[in-house]
């Protein structure tokens, strides 16, 4: 079956400009998550994904079909979120919670528990809060442990497309997984011994 | 606990959390890659009162131009613009900025900020910001009007027309050009209406001697700067270049002759109602 990426890819090149719609539909939104999570800003991470879009219709023609659209978009909205960090020193990164802005008012508090069928409501009034804390556990991280985590954890990519992404070898990127899991074990055990302490205790 | 029930914990407690919802990008980034060179956009939201002004002021800000970056630039454009306001005179001028830089132009409360940044080698990107500037509670609050942007080809002249559903319209025309890194130094230099400059001039010349002793003593005193980040600073001051080597002679000799000291309350005062006069001044590029 042929990607319909690349299907696209070939009609935009062929001169058909607004097949690079279906692209932009297509790929918004997780481009448009992971610019909102590192500048924790919406109009920024919407500046940077536009960014991004017009840069990938201008690079179309350089574009290595036999890799990954998706990873290749990565790179580039990462690329361009590093260089407004870098130059706006913006270096925050919201906790999900925060999330919800004047043209999305129901996001608030939207974030779904983890589903545990098994669990009773205690259990999933105390997962709630696990998954604020986490949040904001996260947002401590430093930078170059936030990308990895994001990209992995929440958009579900291969270490291996994470590594092609921002320029490391996959075992970098499993490294800084692993700590950026530790750090964050760390740094939640002491409220949440049920979830940690036990394999903390291991590990130590 | 090893990786794999650490990774298994986290993926648990992310798998629930949901991507955040883009707004359409699409209408936009059409409009930056379509070929042609002129943008129309509507905007209900723009207000036919948000540049109705009578009397008009352009004032560009300049913010962060400093000697100290030109090492750290990559590329200066220098662009040719003229902005037509409803019910206003067409205005033209020079905007000289960094890639990337931020320039505000203001026509009382109607703000716009314009921002050239690199587009491959042959072209820029131009992003405009139309504010409305309100009165809340006593502080300043910007309302975002609009938010065009255009990919424009260098040495190419290009359009950009935001229009409300009352047909005002606001339209900024540019002719993107770049400049050599080793022309910044003079590109400091804001290029500003003779009147405003030859009033700069007699505003200042009234506290030379006080300015002088603020920045000798900020030099020997306070020991925060150099003599040489005064010449390099001064550049970006508004300003004639006469003057500015009368004021740093000035300096000069005060640190020379070891005379000085800290302003007087006085003295402060004077200073301090020179920049606020400074800051009325209608300006128009740099």
């Known amino acids: ?204 | 606990m090893d990786s794999n029930n650490m990774e298994k914990i986290f993926n648990d407690l992310c798998s629930n959390i949901e991507k955040k919802k883009c707004p359409d990008l699409w209408p936009q980034v059409r409009l930056a890659i379509t070929p042609a060179q002129t943008a129309h956009i509507k905007y209900r939201a723009f207000r036919v009162t948000a540049f109705a002004t009578a009397a008009l002021a352009v004032v560009l800000c300049i913010p962060g131009v400093a000697q100290t970056i030109k090492d750290r630039l990559a590329r200066i454009f220098s662009s040719q613009y003229s902005v037509k306001l409803p019910d206003s005179p067409e205005m033209t001028g020079n905007l000289v900025s960094t890639d990337g830089e931020m320039c505000e132009l203001r026509s009382g409360g109607t703000i716009l900020q314009v921002k050239v940044s690199s587009f491959g080698e042959k072209a820029v990107k131009i992003e405009a910001f139309v504010f409305k500037e309100q009165d809340v509670s006593g502080k300043p609050v910007r309302k975002v009007i609009a938010k065009p942007i255009i990919i424009g080809l260098i040495g190419r002249p290009l359009e950009m027309r935001v229009r409300n559903a009352d047909s005002a319209e606001f339209i900024l025309k540019m002719t993107p050009s770049e400049r050599d890194k080793k022309d910044y130094s003079a590109a400091l230099i804001p290029q500003y209406l003779p009147e405003t400059l030859s009033r700069t001039d007699a505003i200042k010349s009234e506290v030379l001697d006080i300015e002088a002793m603020y920045w000798a003593w900020r030099i020997t005193g306070i020991k925060d700067m150099t003599y040489s980040d005064l010449e390099k600073d001064s550049r970006s001051w508004v300003m004639s270049p006469e003057f500015r080597k009368t004021l740093c002679d000035k300096v000069h000799g005060v640190i020379a002759s070891g005379k000085s000291r800290p302003l007087t309350a006085d003295e402060e005062k004077q200073r301090t109602d020179s920049i606020r006069q400074l800051s009325t001044l209608p300006r128009t590029g740099k």
């Open chain 1, 1 to 204: 079956m042929i990607d319909p990426d690349i299907q696209t890819v070939d009609a935009v090149l062929a001169g058909d400009t607004d097949a690079f719609g279906q692209i932009v539909h297509r790929h918004q939104d997780r481009l448009y998550d992971l610019a909102y999570r590192l500048t924790g800003n919406g109009t920024e991470a919407e500046d940077i994904v536009q960014t991004a879009f017009i840069k990938i219709f201008s690079s179309l023609s350089d574009f290595n079909k036999s890799l990954s659209f998706p990873n290749w978009a990565y790179t580039i909205t990462l690329n361009i979120a590093k260089n407004r960090l870098r130059r706006r020193r913006i270096l925050t990164f919201l906790p999900f919670m925060s999330y919800a802005d004047d043209t999305d008012p129901g996001a608030a508090g939207t974030v779904l528990e983890p589903e545990d069928h098994n669990s009773s409501p205690d259990d999933k009034l105390a997962g709630g809060a696990l998954r604020k804390d986490l949040e904001e556990a996260i947002s401590r991280l430093p930078q170059d442990m936030k990308t990895p985590f994001v990209l992995f954890h929440l958009h579900g990519q291969p270490a291996k497309d994470i590594a092609s992404a921002m320029g490391l070898t996959p075992n970098a990127v499993s490294l800084r997984l692993f700590k950026a899991r530790e750090r964050l074990m760390l740094d939640l055990s002491p409220r949440y011994p049920e979830y940690f302490t036990r394999g903390l205790v291991q590990t130590l």
